[in-house]
């Protein structure tokens, strides 16, 4: 419950169903389809604590990938994105999102892979979101003592080890128009975010002066492309 103000009597008892009505606010907000593919949450366990018995983490990669190749071969879909090999941060689920995302990517396309999951389809690229990198906060962290605003950045660098990789971003998309959109579908997810506190607290204009992009890392093309690129569907827009 990373909402104070939603840790109150009836949440904590119903939070499935609230979580569940959060994602339909936020996708409404988004103008989006979406599906959960009908796993636990993993939860994000302490030192030597282990994970649920029946959770997405211990769910073996093939079977969830199974799962997610019928949705692929139902959608159709060109272009496909997932966490990195890290997860965006060591969260159990987004580490196991990214390698089930990987191996669907790799099988939609075959008609031997899960041939029960109806036709073949090949997605043309795939690509790693690069949200939040420690280039982010350093960038957002300067502009704003620059400019003699407050930064809530100070804390979340201090977490980064000081040798972390600089974010080998193949594409970004401008999309500062975009970011009141994203923030209400964010803040649509209550019991994760307070409207208070964290990624909320930073000046926005001045986001979209020095960071108005959305970043990703172009993992595999099966379309000839050109990096960089500023749009995730480059080499699949029609000529003209």
Request: negative net charge; proline residues 10%.
């Amino acid at each position: 419950m990373l909402n104070p103000a939603m840790d109150k009597p009836g949440v904590r008892e119903n939070l499935p169903e609230i979580r569940r009505a959060e994602m339909a606010a936020a996708r409404e907000i988004l103008g989006v389809w979406q599906q959960f593919l009908g796993y636990v949450d993993s939860g994000l366990p302490g030192p030597g604590e282990p994970l649920p018995d029946d959770c997405f983490a211990r769910t073996p990669v093939e079977q969830a990938a199974g799962r997610l190749v019928a949705l692929i071969r139902s959608f159709r879909p060109h272009v496909i994105i997932t966490y990195d090999e890290t997860g965006g941060y060591p969260h159990p689920d987004h580490v196991h999102t990214h390698r089930v995302t990987v191996a669907a990517f790799d099988a939609a396309g075959d008609a031997a892979s899960y041939p029960e999951a109806g036709a073949p389809w090949q997605p043309s690229k795939l690509y790693y979101h690069g949200a939040l990198s420690k280039a982010w906060f350093q960038t957002m962290h300067d502009a704003l003592t620059a400019r003699g605003l407050d930064s809530p950045m100070a804390g979340v660098l201090a977490e980064f080890p000081a040798d972390a990789p600089e974010p080998a971003f193949t594409t970004r998309v401008p999309c500062a128009e975009h970011f009141a959109t994203r923030d209400r579908a964010l803040l649509a997810h209550a019991t994760q975010i307070d409207p208070a506190g964290g990624f909320m607290l930073h000046d926005r204009d001045v986001e979209r002066e020095v960071w108005p992009t959305e970043d990703y890392h172009l993992a595999r093309s099966h379309v000839e492309v050109t990096l960089p690129e500023d749009d995730l569907f480059a080499g699949l827009r029609p000529a003209g």
